[in-house]
């Protein structure tokens, strides 16, 4: 079954260290993963989408096959960074408009 | 400026009562979801619809139904609520074309007694 797991509840970082959010998969082929992000007491909304290639508020995410990840990076974390991340992938077949999300991993940077 | 919007941020209720919670969207999407939000164990699918009267059961469907008999609006439905369905209960939309993008409403935190 298609899974998405993120093995970290929490990341810790001082403010200036790099981050890189863990996210791995277990889809075939190349599925189109999503990172969302959720600050404190706001609503969860989409960080980035893997097959824009962009970068967002400094964060990226590549995929990488070989090792079915898909972590999501920024090289100077900011105070502001602080919240609760979630990795998503399709659920099932792609045009479902279903997605799988990871268990989340809380990131907390500390000045 | 997509909108999605939940009837309650915060319900308090007892075992047993039948709860209701509503969603409303003001984009026109096509696919509407109910997440349960639960600490260590992520977003987990309660329900999807993805058109007017139709849906599909997600990971944890067991003591919910849902009904969806407008386009906009997406109703939860806890028949006879438990102490294990304490939790927070998020809402999202989705366009057809675009759907690994979903808008997320607020949440209800959802106490049961």
């Known amino acids: 079954a298609q899974r998405v797991t993120q093995p970290e509840k929490l990341l810790s970082v001082f403010k200036g260290a790099p981050v890189e959010l863990k996210c791995n998969y277990s889809?075939?082929?190349?599925?189109?993963l999503f990172w969302y992000v959720q600050y404190s007491r706001q609503r969860l909304q989409l960080l980035l989408r893997h097959i824009s290639r962009e970068s967002i508020k400094g964060f990226t995410a590549d995929l990488n096959k070989g090792e079915t990840s898909f972590h999501l990076k920024k090289p100077f974390a900011q105070e502001e960074d602080s919240a609760m991340y979630y990795c998503?992938?399709?659920?099932?077949?792609?045009?479902?408009?279903?997605?799988?999300f990871g268990q989340g991993t809380t990131l907390q940077v500390k000045p | 400026d997509v909108k999605v919007t939940q009837s309650s941020r915060y319900l308090v209720k007892r075992t047993g009562e039948k709860v209701f919670l509503e969603c409303v969207q003001d984009?026109?999407?096509?696919?509407m979801f109910w997440y349960r939000q639960d600490p260590g164990l992520g977003l987990r699918l309660i329900y999807f619809?993805?058109?007017?009267?139709?849906?599909e059961k997600g990971d944890i469907p067991e003591g919910y139904s849902v009904s969806r008999e407008k386009k906009e609006r997406f109703s939860l439905i806890l028949e006879s609520a438990s102490t294990n369905q304490t939790s927070m209960y998020l809402c999202?939309?989705?366009?057809?074309?675009?759907?690994?993008?979903?808008?997320f409403g607020p949440g209800t935190r959802l106490t049961v007694l």
């Open positions: 998503a992938g399709p659920w099932g077949s792609s045009n479902t408009g279903k997605l799988i």
């Open positions: 619809s993805y058109d007017v009267k139709m849906k």
């Open positions: 984009m026109d999407h096509e696919n």
């Open positions: 999202a939309s989705s366009l057809r074309t675009r759907s690994g993008e979903q808008f």
């Open positions: 889809y075939s082929g190349s599925p189109e």
